[in-house]
């Protein structure tokens, strides 16, 4: 018998006073039967800093032709794409060539690290290509705040971001490893 996604559900109150962005979003997230509370929690990471109304969830990990999230125009092309964990470098070079820009959150301490030193090189030469670390005491706080029913505020200001429930708030500071450059 195969195991099935779990479904979480997360409203999000979200204030992001660097792009003038406040709005409520009603989530309902599909957790493949081997994700972590982790992951998935980056997964909302990203959905928060780049919340947008044409912004949605990929088909999960058993795809490899979407991404983790991903935001199309109206005539079906991408304009975001984004990965979060450790993709394989020919995957992120194939997803650089299909969005305007493809941003990867990477998450898991010296894994994280590790994979970023062998993959540096080649991806470097990617010209619409954002890394994104989580550290790890961070990405492991966010992960305490996983619940199947859950409501999160959200509050991001100058490139800091809060994300707390009634109980607590974690305070996340994103380390970049490499920033798209303006030129594709």
């Not at 989530?27 to 928060?48: G, K, N, Q």
């Not at 109304?53 to 109206?74: C, M, N, R, V, Y």
Request: with cysteine; charged share 30%; aromatic share 6%.
């Amino acid at each position: 018998m195969a195991l099935t996604a779990t479904i979480y559900k997360a409203a999000l109150h979200i204030a992001d006073m660097d792009r003038h962005y406040y709005q409520d979003h009603a989530l309902t997230i599909a957790r493949h039967p081997s994700e972590t509370d982790e992951r998935m929690m980056v997964r909302v990471l990203a959905f928060i800093r780049h919340a947008h109304e044409a912004l949605s969830f990929g088909k999960g990990l058993s795809t490899e032709d979407e991404p983790d999230l991903w935001q199309k125009d109206l005539t079906g092309l991408v304009d975001l794409w984004i990965d979060v964990g450790q993709p394989d470098d020919k995957n992120i070079r194939k997803a650089c060539g299909r969005a305007k820009q493809v941003i990867i959150y990477t998450y898991g301490g010296r894994g994280a690290d590790l994979w970023w030193e062998q993959s540096r090189g080649t991806l470097e030469r990617s010209k619409n290509l954002t890394v994104m670390n989580l550290p790890l005491d961070t990405s492991r706080a966010l992960a305490s705040l996983a619940q199947r029913d859950m409501e999160l505020h959200c509050t991001i200001q100058d490139g800091q971001i809060w994300i707390g429930d009634q109980d607590e708030t974690v305070q996340i500071a994103l380390e970049t490893r490499k920033t798209a450059s303006d030129e594709r």
